[in-house]
């Protein structure tokens, strides 16, 4: 039985590495250790900072019928050292208000969503023979707008023209079409024609 499951483990992890990203995509052991120790250090940081400001207040309060100068830097020391242990937990809360406070300024309207539809900046870059940058633009353009018909022909010929990748212009036509989009004759022959060595 042993055995067996040996070959079963030895396989699945022979096939783990043939698979690129496999083990990204679930957690290692030591992961899930570091993350059981990183809790268990947080509930410890709070019992002991809450331990020890009930020490302050004992000692601070309770023991200062007549006033003891030990007992209050006892209380003293406790209520710095639960500071310490709390300091974390207590700054994260202090800053949360103001945090909320400059996103209400800075993006009134929640997150910022997509980009406004700008297609003069990959122009630009095709005026001056920036292909590269000009072909990035539009592929940027065509993830938030998939319907921009300039961006689906003019990354077209850029694919087949300059770039000499028709099957890149090919798999773009393909995309537009599946979306139903009615491009320009000329950039869906660009695309369609071989390539003549």
């Known amino acids: 039985m042993k055995q067996a499951h040996r070959a079963v483990r ?6 783990r590495s043939r698979l ?3 083990d990204a995509a679930r957690p290692s052991r030591e992961t899930g250790v570091t993350m059981m120790w990183e809790g268990v250090f947080n509930g410890l940081r709070w019992l002991a900072g809450a331990g020890l ?3 302050a207040w004992h000692w601070g309060t309770r023991e200062q019928d007549p006033v003891n100068p030990a007992r209050l830097l006892l209380a003293t020391a406790s209520f710095l050292a639960a500071l310490l242990f709390l300091w974390k937990p207590i700054f994260h809360f202090a800053t949360r208000p103001l945090f909320a406070l400059i996103d209400a300024i800075f993006f009134p309207g929640g ?9 003069k900046l990959p122009a630009h870059y095709l005026d001056e023979a920036r292909y590269e940058e000009a072909l990035a633009e539009y592929r940027k353009i065509l993830r938030h707008y998939p319907d921009e018909t300039e961006a689906y022909e003019k990354s077209i010929w850029i694919q087949a023209a300059v770039f000499k990748a028709p099957s890149a212009a090919r798999a773009l036509l393909k995309k537009a079409k599946r979306r139903g989009l009615v491009l320009d004759p000329a950039m869906v022959s660009l695309a369609e024609t071989p390539v003549r060595p």
């Open 10 to 15: 030895g396989n699945s992890e022979r096939n």
């Open 20 to 22: 690129p990203g496999l």
């Open 53 to 55: 400001l009930g020490l």
């Open 111 to 119: 997150a910022p969503g997509k980009p406004s539809l700008n297609l």
